[in-house]
């Protein structure tokens, strides 16, 4: 069995900063692009950012040259700085880790979200 656990959320001002982790344990033999997703208020689930074992990322449109993604392997752990945050950025955040198991199967986790709130 595997899970997620994501901390870091919480109320911060227009232009403040937070950092996110998203922890993954149980048995794992790789995580693929192990990412961020973030759902507004009223709104769908959208992507963040993503970050594969090697480095490589992919950042979503409207977080970019503001959050940048970074990934711990040995810990399976990975982390998103956010800065110059905006009121529209606030939503649930969502983990998300595409999970290879120590028995081979494959299937995705998702993390049960962690609330930002931007505002003054």
């Known amino acids: 069995q595997v899970q997620v656990v994501e901390s870091g959320g919480g109320l911060v001002q227009p232009g403040g900063s937070l950092r996110l982790s998203c922890a993954a344990s149980g048995s794992i033999r790789s995580i693929l692009a192990m990412g961020w997703y973030r759902q507004p208020p009223g709104k769908e689930r959208e992507l963040v950012a993503t970050i594969r074992s090697d480095g490589s990322t992919n950042t979503g449109d409207s977080v970019k040259g503001r959050f940048t993604i970074s990934r711990d392997n040995a810990k399976n752990t990975v982390y998103l700085q956010m800065n110059n945050l905006k009121p529209e950025d606030t939503a649930i955040y969502y983990c998300?880790?595409?999970?290879?198991?120590?028995?081979?199967?494959?299937?995705?986790?998702w993390g049960q979200g962690t609330l930002v709130t931007v505002s003054s």
């Open positions: 998300r880790a595409p999970v290879i198991s120590v028995t081979g199967r494959d299937f995705e986790v």
